[in-house]
């Protein structure tokens, strides 16, 4: 009875295997860059980009599409329902993009502006049917503008810089800490060859957008003699908080959001105002240059730039909002201390992230690929 | 009888294959010579659907000229060949317990083993980082006994982390074909040697073992081949230093968006694990091996 029993358990129990290894195949896929909202991605489901008039779809990231984010632009247009599409990262929304998911929208993080722009897949924003476009500085206008054009709404915005443990480490004044060995195996850094490099070009000196090859290779050779010293390279911020909370990581280029998590649970830590300047962020709304909704979406990005939906985005989210005008909104002390909302000159030592081209990105990334590839 | 003589012939036996043939070339094939056709693709500029260029070679000129590329390519095959032959030495003696010792038992004690894979691979790695982290459960033990003042990290963020979780992760695929082949032995051939007074150290070194091999040597290969392209373990577990060859690819299909350039990196991998199987595969043992699978 038992023999005969045994092949058909075997037999079962290999296909249950096998289908459980299957369903692993498909969930073995994490996104390498988290969600700008909130460091984690959610599975909401992707439906068909709107196509006529009357809808309005958006390529979005994940926990931007709940309505507190599109306040006026509901309120004005209660008959419409916004349908959004989700991206785990900018690589991803663009490749989801060029393949040609079509929405109205698309938000994605400088430097894949100009990608958009040269692939012909968003067309120009005409700033005179914005009422709320002049409150934007120029510093974050320029950021949308290519040859005099504007190509986007720009609408978020974060600091990059040095997030310590000031019990393990003393105060940090230059970006040159990321590579000290006084540090190994206790610092990590961000999982991403175009922010590597413009780390190491505002370090040395060199200009990101427009590197020469023995300068690209300095960089290379800086990020491979820095290995043994970092312990991993995050790519969401989850890890990277959890690194901090169980002190194997003291130090590491890090966004600000993760700096405010982490002075809320009440961890020693500081974020470094670097002699070369801190590196900022910014997230921006383009319009598709086939859409037929071209004055609906942009009526969508004005609310964008609203009062309510920007108060919403500095409280909720801990994320800076474009338009200077609502940060007064901010009471709370420690989101006021990880935006450095009290200091009105912080964004003029800011190095903004510099427009690349395409072969400029493939480059940087091949670059960081030879430094995980390397020993 | 007609029934199952017409199953054997004629289109009622293409009917029958017809829905995996079809499956497998539209979810395998295709997209595998999509890849060898965009390896030689310049770029991905112009979206993925345009046609409009001329093959050039550039990509693999670029993986042979790199200093890292081809080598962390050779590393992992070694990773891979340890991975393969730790988890086969682990799931062995798994295995010949099941098949020749467990008794009735046997269906329980298999369906424990396979217990952990109703849970998803990438949970069962992350849970991994809660035991091998820096205040994980292994390191508070050591620390408790006394054993360790700091934490031992070579334990997370390392290469040996990375082999420590696969042959995890492996080791009931490894332990079935093998327990498999077990089962297909012929107990009466144990009864002969015995008989014939063989001990049973001989009986298992001249019978079950020669007859357990072909089973080893599939699951070997069900360990070794997906090993060389594992990218989400050494992602999670690897750290700085555990980089595999798949994370390579994958940097170049997801943040590079140079699909070509991974593309032509998979290529590489693919045909060379196909040599070093043709290879392997035309040596005597391992060719005997095959034929009695």
Not at chain 1, 120 to 125: M, S, V
Not at chain 2, 279 to 290: E, G, I
Request: aromatic share 12%; charged share 15%.
């Amino acid at each position: 009875m038992a023999n005969r029993l045994r092949g058909p358990i075997l037999v079962t129990l290999i296909l249950v295997v096998v289908a459980c290894g299957g369903d692993a195949a498909t969930t073995t896929a994490p996104s390498s860059v988290t969600t700008a909202a909130a460091g984690a991605t959610t599975a909401a489901g992707a439906t068909t980009a709107a196509t006529g008039t009357g809808e309005l779809s958006v390529l979005e990231w994940a926990f931007y599409e709940v309505p507190e984010m599109w306040v006026e632009f509901g309120e004005a247009h209660p008959e419409v329902t916004p349908v959004f599409n989700f991206g785990a990262s900018d690589p991803d929304i663009f490749a989801k993009y060029l393949a040609g998911s079509g929405e109205d929208i698309v938000h994605f993080y400088t430097p894949y502006l100009r990608f958009y722009v040269d692939e012909g897949l968003i067309q120009p924003i005409d700033t005179s049917k914005l009422s709320n476009w002049s409150k934007v500085p120029p510093l974050f206008a320029d950021s949308c503008t290519i040859d005099g054009t504007v190509y986007c709404v720009p609408w978020d915005w974060g600091f990059t810089s040095l997030l310590y443990n000031t019990d393990m480490i003393p105060e940090v004044t230059s970006w040159e800490a990321l590579f000290d060995d006084a540090y190994a195996g206790h610092v990590s850094t961000y999982d991403c060859g175009d922010c590597a490099v413009n780390i190491a070009g505002a370090l040395l000196g060199y200009d990101p957008t427009n590197l020469s090859p023995e300068q690209l290779e300095e960089i290379k050779q800086l990020y491979i003699d820095q290995k043994p010293n970092v312990l991993f390279y995050w790519a969401d911020e989850p890890t990277l908080e959890a690194g901090f909370t169980d002190e194997s990581i003291w130090l590491a280029y890090a966004w600000n959001g993760a700096y405010y998590r982490l002075l809320n649970a009440g961890l020693p830590v500081a974020y470094a105002d670097p002699v070369e300047g801190r590196e900022s962020w910014i997230g921006q709304y383009g319009i598709s240059a086939e859409t037929e909704n071209y004055d609906l979406a942009l009526e969508f990005l004005d609310g964008k730039l609203g009062e309510q939906t920007g108060t919403n985005l500095l409280v909720d989210y801990a994320y800076g909002h474009v338009v200077p005008d609502y940060f007064g909104a901010v009471t709370d002390e420690n989101l006021v201390t990880a935006l450095s909302l009290d200091d009105p000159t912080v964004l003029d030592r800011t190095n903004f992230t510099p427009q690349i081209s395409r072969e400029q990105l493939e480059e940087y990334v091949a670059m960081w690929a030879e430094v995980q590839a390397s020993s | 009888m007609r029934a199952a003589a017409d199953l054997r012939r004629g289109p009622a036996r293409w009917a029958l294959v017809l829905p995996l043939v079809i499956f497998l070339g539209v979810f395998f094939l295709v997209p595998v010579a999509l890849m060898g056709v965009f390896s030689f693709r310049p770029s991905l500029r112009g979206g993925v659907a345009n046609w409009d260029w001329d093959p050039v070679l550039d990509h693999y000129r670029t993986i042979a000229a790199s200093e890292s590329f081809l080598p962390l390519l050779g590393k992992s095959v070694l990773i891979a060949l340890l991975v393969g032959v730790v988890a086969t030495t682990l799931a062995y003696p798994v295995a010949y317990f099941l098949a020749f010792r467990a008794g009735r038992k046997a269906g329980l004690l298999l369906t424990i083993l396979i217990i952990p894979f109703w849970v998803s691979y990438l949970l069962r790695i992350i849970s991994w980082k809660v035991l091998l982290g820096p205040t994980g459960a292994i390191n508070s033990f050591l620390a408790w006994l006394g054993l360790i003042d700091q934490p031992v990290t070579i334990l997370l963020y390392s290469r040996t982390a990375v082999v420590i979780t696969l042959v995890y992760v492996w080791l009931p695929f490894v332990a079935l074909p093998i327990y498999a082949t077990m089962l297909r032995i012929d107990r009466r051939l144990l009864e002969a040697a015995s008989n014939l007074g063989a001990p049973p150290a001989t009986a298992f070194r001249r019978v079950t073992l020669p007859l357990s091999l072909p089973g080893v040597a599939a699951a070997f290969l069900m360990v070794f081949i997906p090993t060389v392209g594992e990218y989400v373990a050494p992602l999670l577990v690897g750290g700085s230093q555990g980089a595999l060859y798949g994370n390579i690819i994958e940097i170049f299909f997801g943040d590079g968006i140079n699909w070509p350039l991974g593309s032509a990196l998979a290529m590489v991998m693919a045909v060379g694990i196909l040599a070093l199987l043709f290879v392997l595969t035309r040596t005597r043992p391992v060719r005997r091996l095959l034929d009695d699978l």
